[in-house]
Every structure is written in C-alpha cells, then in structure tokens.
C-alpha cells in the first residue's frame, strides 16, 4: 500500500511537472508575439484542458452520432449536476471533504449504465431511457440543491464553466482521463466501428455487443464530466455533437469525419477561450457558438462542393 502511494505521488508530481512545463513552453512562444494572456498560469490550464477536451469530446461523439444517440451527451451531463449537488451537498453539510467532479464521475457513470440497463431489459426505446435518467437526474440535483439552499451560489460555476476555476490538479486529471479514452478507444476502434454500422451482423459474428455499449457510454460520461469544469453542465454536451455534424458536411468516410470533427472542435476551443478572455464572456458559451458558426461554414462548403460535382 506504501508502495503504492508512493508510486501516485511521484506519476503526480511528474505530471505536474510535465504541465508546467508545457505552460512555460506556450509562454516562451508567444511572448515575443506580444501575446500575453498565454503567460497567465490559469489561462495555461485553461488553453491545456480546452486541448484535451477537442480531441476526446468529437472522438466519442463520433460514434454516439452515427448511432443516433446525440441525446446520451446532455442525459449525462444534466444527470452529472446532480453528482456535483451530492459533492457540493456532502462537503457544506456534512464536512466531508469529496471533489464535486468526482461525485459527477460516479454518479454519471452509474447512469450510463443505467440507461443500458433500462433499453437492454424493459420494452422502452434508447431515447426514452434516456429521457427518464435524464429527467430524474436533473430532479435529483435541484432537490438536493433548493434542499440545502447554501450551495446554491457556488453551483454557477459547475452550470456554466469558467477559465479561473481550472485548477492545476484537474487539468492534470482531465489530460490523464484523455489519455485514458484515446488508448481505449484505439484498442477498441474496430469492434466500435463494427456495432456502430451494423450491430446485427455484429451479434451474428459473435461480438460482445452488450458489453462494447456499455464501454461506449461508460467514456461518454467520463468525457462529459472532463469537459464540464470548461464547458458547464448545460453546454457541454454540444461538444460531443456539433463538431461531428460539422465534419459530416465534408468528411467522405468515417475515419476522414473523425479527425475533421477534433480539428473543428480545437478551433472552436482555442478561437473560444480567447475571446471568452478577451471579452469576459461565458467560455463555454462562446466556444459553442464558434462551433455552431464552423458548423454552418461547413454546410456551405459541403453544399457548394455538391453543386459542383452536379454541374
């Protein structure tokens, strides 16, 4: 156990280390540019996650997309608020010192599952399970809320995102949590791709069906509660969708739409996070407003160029 600590401790220490030094690194850049803001160790974080969160939120939202099941990102965020009530709820009222993000991890995953439970075993349709989880999650955490009354300020953070709150130790969190899903995901492309495109020829072939839904939902509600501290609870789910819709407009093949989706979605992050510190703007409202504004030049793009083959 000793042992194991210790090892924590020093992959901690190394990570930390690693952050530092990529934060002095985007200094030493860009300082000579006259670009100052990248020398502020919050905006550092903030720039940091904002990486992060592009590349993981388009590359699951890929494939929750192509499945139609655009609803399970802001199932689990709205379900995600209630884990940050409960975190909120135990650490005011009862003195017990809990990270509200990771009530929200456990609490998100736990609905996950749940709402695989409910379509695998019950008669009702993928989006009605979602609408019940959805539903009594976010009832849940406006119960403990309006219950407890004391942490109903500190709650605007967790709803709308900020750059100021990125703390060192959950940036450090979210880059490991993104490694995490990458790895899983490259480990597992193949047999996604398979049930995303035909899950009937994959229970034929004898594919844990079953079980690779519930790895998929399991790292959306990781993913969501990653980018929730940037984006906020009631924004963060556009992340897993609009950059994908994006790429839709012009990729020609799966592989192709991933990675236009992480290239629209780290434009809509960086281009976002400058403004929202530019002109003290809700970040993740405008981050989704860059995508939304991506999404339409793609469309343009996509139509013209279907204009052209026609003509």
């Given amino acids: 156990m000793l042992r194991t600590l210790v090892v924590l401790s020093a992959a901690t220490d190394l990570l930390n280390w690693a952050l530092d030094g990529v934060g002095e690194g985007m200094c030493a850049l860009t300082a000579p540019f006259g670009i100052e803001m990248l020398c ?55 003195a017990i010192a809990v990270s509200p993000y990771l009530t929200a991890l456990v609490v998100a995953v736990i609905a996950a599952l749940l709402i695989q439970v409910i379509s695998e075993y019950t008669d009702a349709y993928g989006d009605v399970s979602m609408a019940i989880v959805l539903a009594g999650g976010f009832a849940l955490g406006t119960v403990i809320i309006t219950a407890t009354g004391g942490i109903a300020v500190s709650i605007n953070q967790y709803l709308f995102g900020s750059l100021s709150t990125v703390t060192r130790e959950s940036t450090g969190i979210l880059v490991v949590l993104s490694v995490v899903v990458c790895a899983v995901i490259a480990l597992t492309y193949r047999q996604l791709l398979f049930i995303t495109f035909d899950e009937t020829a994959a229970r034929v072939a004898s594919l844990n069906v079953r079980g690779y839904n519930r790895l998929l939902v ?53 281009v976002g996070i400058t403004l929202s510190y530019v002109y003290d703007l809700a970040t993740g409202g405008v981050i989704v407003l860059v995508a939304i504004a991506v999404y339409a030049g793609a469309v343009v793009v996509g139509k013209l160029g279907a204009s052209r083959q026609h003509a």
């Fill in 218 to 270: 399991v790292l959306t509600a990781v993913v969501v509660v990653a980018a929730m501290q940037l984006m906020g609870v009631i924004l963060v789910a556009a992340m897993l969708v609009v950059p994908v819709a994006a790429a839709a407009q012009v990729a020609r093949s799966f592989k192709q739409s991933v990675w236009y989706s992480i290239l629209a979605a780290e434009f809509a992050v960086i």
């Fill in 40 to 94: 502020l160790p919050f905006m550092q974080r903030a720039f940091i996650a904002g990486v992060a969160i592009g590349v993981v939120a388009p590359l699951i939202g890929s494939f929750l997309v192509h499945r139609q099941l655009s609803l399970i990102g802001e199932t689990l965020a709205h379900t995600a608020f209630s884990g940050v009530a409960i975190g909120l709820f135990l650490s005011s009222a009862l």
